[in-house]
T-cell receptor, first 110, second 114 residues
Framework: KNEVEQSPQNLTAQEGEFITINCSYS?????LHWLQQHPGGGIVSLFM???GKKKHGRLIATINIQEKHSSLHITASHPRDSAVYIC????????????FGKGTKLTVNP | NAGVMQNPRHLVRRRGQEARLRCSPM?????VYWYRQLPEEGLKFMVY????????ESGMPKERFSAEFPKEGPSILRIQQVVRGDSAAYFC????????????FGPGTRLLVL
């Protein structure tokens, strides 16, 4: 079993829909990252969370440390949001390495 | 402020050759991380370096792979005697500090081994 599980693996939405992508992890963490990988392959860091909630534009990320769960929400989705969204955690214990989920492929149709 | 730079963006090698992948971190960043993304798989940590030091190489294959981050110049990921299974996208990320620093990713190097 992977330490970081994402759901769904694939998601297709219509423009304007509210999107939720989930991430569950099985280890204690010091931080959780949400990343976006564009169709061309480039990776952008969206959020880094250790508690609570963060918002940037139409993107909202939440984390529940007790339940070992995080969600990424996209409001008023747009075709340009089409990408793979990746959850990654930094395990506790002083390690700097990130452990990644397999990603959620989002397609937003016009 | 230029972002993380990687070169080459695409690299084709024949089996048995050497591959050298370069990563220039963002200005002011002294922490570099290398990750590998195999086809149809998620990203996997390989190695974490600070200037002139390897801090964590727990994700590096035991043979043929090495990494360095010299005092001057880019970080280098070196793969000797490449095999077809080394074909992957290799991403470098940098951060200004350890701990809770956000990692900024480069565009990646796509390595194809023929």
């Amino acid at each position: 079993k992977n330490e970081v599980e994402q759901s769904p693996q694939n998601l297709t939405a219509q423009e304007g829909e509210f999107i939720t992508i989930n991430c569950s992890y099985s280890v204690g963490i010091s931080a959780l990252h949400w990343l976006q990988q564009h169709p061309g392959g480039g990776i952008v860091s969206l959020f880094m969370l250790s508690s609570g909630k963060k918002k940037h534009g139409r993107l909202i990320a939440t984390i529940n440390i007790q339940e070992k769960h995080s969600s990424l929400h996209i409001t008023a989705s747009h075709p340009r949001d089409s990408a793979v969204y990746i959850c990654a955690v930094r395990p506790q214990g002083g390690s700097e390495k990130l452990v990644f989920g397999k990603g959620t492929k989002l397609t937003v149709n016009p | 402020n230029a972002g993380v730079m990687q070169n080459p963006r695409h690299l084709v090698r024949r089996r048995g050759q050497e591959a050298r992948l370069r990563c220039s971190p963002m200005k002011g960043h002294s922490h570099v991380y290398w990750y590998r993304q195999l086809p149809e798989e998620g990203l996997k940590f390989m190695v974490y370096l600070q200037k002139e030091n390897i801090i964590d190489e727990s994700g590096m294959p035991k043979e043929r792979f090495s990494a360095e981050f010299p005092k001057e110049g880019p970080s280098i990921l070196r793969i000797q005697q490449v095999v077809r299974g080394d074909s992957a996208a290799y991403f470098c990320a940098s951060s200004p500090r350890s701990g809770f620093g956000t990692q900024y990713f480069g565009p990646g190097t796509r390595l194809l081994v023929l």
